[in-house]
């Protein structure tokens, strides 16, 4: 048995959409008290993104617009059940998803910066070969009259064996 105790702190993702029948004010406060729901659960807030008021593909609860929130949070999966609770009872938001993200090592960050960099030289490598392709192909072509002139001249030389 392990003498070192594994942490059982996850990262979270919170998406949440606030009804469309609060102003712009009234959504920073509805922000804010679920920001201070995470916090008194325990949480630790990484990251807090407002996307602003989006058309829904289709109505919840007859609207047609609602405020898009996301959330990245550290907290013990313990107290999530709680978090997810506080949000179903609440009235002002019409959908919320909760998801599990991994955190990404530096290695694994390095790792993925390579492979992009491959691919972006692999796209400028492609585009290269198509700049010349096209080059090629709208090279002017060859007068039929000079080629029939510059045949003739070789046909007339008496080395040809």
């Keep these: 048995m392990s003498k070192v105790k594994r942490s059982n702190i996850s990262r979270y993702e919170l998406l949440y959409i606030t009804s469309n029948k609060f102003s712009e004010d009234e959504v920073k406060l509805i922000v804010e008290k679920i920001n201070q729901i995470i916090k008194d659960a325990g949480g630790v807030i990484t990251l807090n993104q407002e996307w602003g008021k989006k058309r829904l593909i289709y109505p919840i ?4 617009f609602g405020y898009y929130s996301l959330v990245e949070f550290d907290l013990t999966g313990s107290m ?3 978090i997810d609770k506080h949000l179903r009872m609440m009235s002002e938001i019409l959908r919320h998803q909760i998801v599990v993200k991994k955190v990404k090592t530096a290695a694994k960050i390095a790792k993925d910066k390579k492979i992009a960099d491959k691919i ?4 400028l490598k492609e585009e290269k070969i198509i700049e010349e392709k096209t080059k090629i192909q ?3 072509d060859i007068n039929l009259k000079e080629l029939d002139e510059k045949l003739d001249k070789i046909l007339e030389t008496d080395d040809l064996l």
């Design 120 to 123: 972006t030289a692999r796209g």
């Design 80 to 82: 999530l059940a709680q």
């Design 61 to 64: 609860k007859t609207f047609r």
């Design 138 to 140: 709208n090279k002017p």
